[in-house]
């Protein structure tokens, strides 16, 4: 069963911080790599994509990949209290996707 | 118009009942999904339909009954469901599945299933 691992948190960090999420996975041969954002209430949304080891910069969001490590990590810069919600990581198997359980932020002012 | 749209947003059903919940996209994707969301749990996928097509059915009791016919729109048929079946179902549609955008989905808000 191939899995897709986050920490649930929540994260909390004040307004203007950094704010680090991490995911691991278990499938080595995996090649894409997706983060989504859900505000309570709402449904998920694509927020970054990555395909290749390295940082992918949009913004304030940074997506870092480890292939090796088989870790991806999303970074939020200069973080907002807008940024609230629950971030899904997500891994492309085959044609579909597998999802994480998602990690809570809460950036407080 | 919105890209993905789901009616109904929220639908409360007896263990006995048939519905279905209707999921439209103006996108012009040509794969539609519907995903299960249940507290604490990873998005779990229940369905992915490709020009029309089933290519995905997640081992899916079969009291839930997809159908999917013009890549626009993608209905979700319900009867005799159990309590534990209450969870938030999630269209979604993208490009076609397996191809270099998979994992590039748009969703609809959702429709919240509780059964009685």
């Known amino acids: 069963q191939k899995e897709v691992e986050q920490n649930s948190g929540p994260l909390s960090v004040p307004e203007g911080a950094i704010a680090s999420l991490n995911c691991t996975y278990s499938?080595?041969?995996?090649?894409?790599f997706f983060w989504y954002r859900q505000y309570s209430g709402k449904s998920p949304e694509l927020i970054m994509s990555?395909?290749?080891?390295g940082d992918k910069e949009d913004g304030r969001f940074t997506a870092q990949l480890n292939k090796a490590s088989q870790y991806v990590s999303l970074l939020i810069r200069d973080s907002q209290p807008s940024d609230s919600a629950t971030y899904l990581c997500?891994?492309?198997?085959?044609?579909?996707?597998?999802f994480g359980t998602g990690t809570r932020l809460q950036v407080f002012p | 118009e919105t890209g993905v749209t789901q009616t109904p947003r929220h639908l409360v059903m007896g263990m006995t009942n048939k519905k279905s919940l209707k999921c439209e996209q103006h996108?012009?994707?040509?794969?539609m999904y519907w995903y299960k969301q249940s507290a604490k749990k990873p998005l779990e996928l229940m369905f992915v339909?490709?020009?029309?097509?089933?290519?995905e059915n997640n081992s899916v009791p079969s009291r839930f009954s997809p159908e999917c016919p013009n890549s626009s729109h993608l209905f979700l048929h319900l009867h005799t469901l159990q309590p534990e079946d209450s969870a938030l179902y999630l269209c979604?549609?993208?490009?076609?599945?397996?191809?270099?955008?998979?994992?590039?989905?748009?969703f609809g808000e959702g429709s919240r299933l509780t059964v009685l």
């Open positions: 990555i395909y290749s080891n």
């Open positions: 979604a549609s993208s490009h076609p599945s397996g191809g270099s955008r998979t994992g590039e989905l748009f």
């Open positions: 499938d080595r041969v995996s090649q894409s």
């Open positions: 996108l012009g994707h040509n794969a």
């Open positions: 997500a891994v492309k198997d085959t044609d579909k996707l597998i």
């Open positions: 339909y490709n020009f029309k097509e089933q290519t």
